[in-house]
């Protein structure tokens, strides 16, 4: 069989097509339910009732399942709702330990459902891989979660590590590699049991569906659990937004790749800049991370990156509203540049004032270049 890279998978859609017509897409089948012969035995075995799967949500799963080089993936309505998945896993009383300064959105479910089910939680820089063994010492826990890079930090976490440390407390480890992509970073082969992404981004890459994954390397018994929870629970994706993702990801490569470019260029623009008081931003080799994200990312250093602007809140907002490109809104990985101030939307997590976060998209690097520098003044 020829080889198949990446690029080739998920341009093909891992080869689904209509086998009804032909066509070289799926259709999109919205049916809630399937019929039965007059021997009351379902016309096709496979599909019964839509809460359990559907059509394009299996071929999308198996598009992602390649990429990710996983045994297996599941898809759900948001990103959120595979993180709390997985989270839901763990026994009342148990213990997990979480990556602190992520996503906040992650943070602050996770804390709720901590308490309410009275889980045992350990939240630690996880970009410090002494601190996560440490934690992981300290005690054995369900899940540990890191997310690399980390948004809106830009921290990288050593997943080798992180698994070597999970693995201390018994724990699976989780790796919330959103800001990667299955193109820049294959965190199961580092080591981690689940991959988690949320794919409303990148992934999608258009700004029009909601949707999460996780991929396992292995088909465990808590794979099993997760998935008959999402199953009888009834988190499963539409086919209108399976649909979608599968038609966004035909591209995925192609723009991550331009994406990363772009990123990379803008970097290097922003932290020459007078105005500009430090850029977070994996590619560039000054910065923190950017040796393990050389060892552990391949083929780009990812869309996301923030910067801290010369001055205070007043400063960062006035270059946030002078911008004309780059749309000011939340969320990232869109073929469209967003810009937030952060602090706005998560005021008591210890971001910084001057703090704006950027994503990169697909457009002429140019022209967002002259929009940064009108914006910051030359
Ligand atoms: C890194 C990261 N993880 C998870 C999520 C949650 O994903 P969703 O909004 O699809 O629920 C987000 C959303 O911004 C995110 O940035």
Redesign the pocket.
């Known amino acids: 069989m020829v080889k198949r890279h990446k690029d080739t998978v998920a341009a093909q859609a891992a080869g689904a097509f209509d086998a009804a017509s032909g066509g070289v897409v799926p259709a999109i089948q919205p049916a809630t339910t399937f019929k039965r012969g007059p021997d009351y035995a379902l016309l096709n075995g496979e599909y019964s009732y839509a809460r359990y799967h559907n059509q394009a949500g299996v071929a999308a799963e198996r598009i992602l399942a390649e990429l990710e080089g996983a045994a297996d993936a599941l898809l759900f309505p948001?990103?959120?709702?595979?993180?709390a998945a997985v989270f839901r896993s763990i026994p009342n009383g148990g213990a997990a330990i979480i990556q602190s300064g992520?996503?906040h959105?992650?943070s602050k479910w996770i804390r709720d459902f901590c308490a309410r089910r009275d889980v045992d939680l350990r939240e630690v820089d996880a970009s410090d891989a002494a601190l996560l063994e440490q934690a992981c010492g300290a005690g054995r826990a369900d899940v540990v979660l890191v997310?690399t890079p980390?948004?809106p930090w830009l921290k990288l976490v050593d997943i080798a590590a992180a698994s070597r440390a999970a693995k201390t407390a018994g724990a699976v480890l989780l790796v919330?590699s959103?800001?990667a992509t299955p193109i820049l970073q294959q965190p199961l082969a580092l080591g981690a049991d689940l991959v988690?992404?949320?794919?409303?981004?990148a992934i999608n890459g258009h700004s029009d569906v909601?949707?999460?994954v996780l991929a396992t390397g292995a088909e465990t018994p808590l794979w099993g659990a997760i998935r008959t929870e999402r199953d009888d629970g009834g988190t499963i994706i539409g086919p209108f937004e399976a649909w979608l993702l599968i038609r966004g990801m035909r591209t995925l490569p192609l723009r991550i790749e331009r994406m990363c470019d772009n990123a990379m260029q803008i970097a290097g623009f922003l932290q020459d800049h007078p105005r500009v008081e430090a850029v977070l931003y994996p590619g560039l080799p000054g910065f923190a991370g950017h040796e393990l994200a050389a060892a552990q990312m391949s083929g780009g250093f990812g869309y996301l990156m923030s910067f801290l602007v010369q001055g205070g809140r007043a400063e960062a907002l006035r270059v946030a509203g002078r911008l004309q490109l780059f749309l000011r809104a939340?969320?990232?990985g869109g073929v469209e540049s967003l810009v937030e101030h952060r602090q706005t939307i998560e005021p008591d997590t210890g971001i910084p004032e001057n703090l704006l976060r950027i994503s990169i998209g697909i457009e002429n690097v140019g022209d967002l270049i002259d929009d940064l520098g009108q914006a910051l003044g030359q």
């Open positions: 948001s990103g959120m709702a595979a993180i992520i996503y959105g992650t997310e980390s948004n919330d959103t800001a988690m992404h949320s794919s409303t981004k909601m949707s999460g939340t969320s990232l």
